[in-house]
């Protein structure tokens, strides 16, 4: 037997910013992966299965806070577990 914990499932939504109402501290303690019509993203910082989206940078473009602006890109969204 294995003393390692399961991780608990991923959630429908889930964002990297720890001001997000979307943000689950416990689901980061392993790697998140994300795919986006069937091609893995590594740039992803907010996703929605059930709406088909994904939220990434727009390039090296920042608002007045410092945060990198997000652009929507919508398509099949699947979340795994590295």
């Not at 740039?43 to 608002?63: H, L, N």
């Amino acid at each position: 037997m294995s003393d390692t914990p399961q991780p608990i499932p991923l959630p429908d939504r889930l964002s990297v910013d720890p001001r997000s109402a979307h943000h689950i501290a416990a689901v980061f303690e392993r790697e998140v992966g994300i795919r986006l019509n069937d091609k893995e993203r590594l740039d992803v910082e907010e996703y929605c299965i059930s709406e088909g989206w994904v939220k990434v940078p727009a390039g090296k473009a920042r608002d007045r806070k410092g945060n990198p602006l997000l652009i929507k890109l919508k398509g099949k969204v699947e979340a795994f577990y590295r």
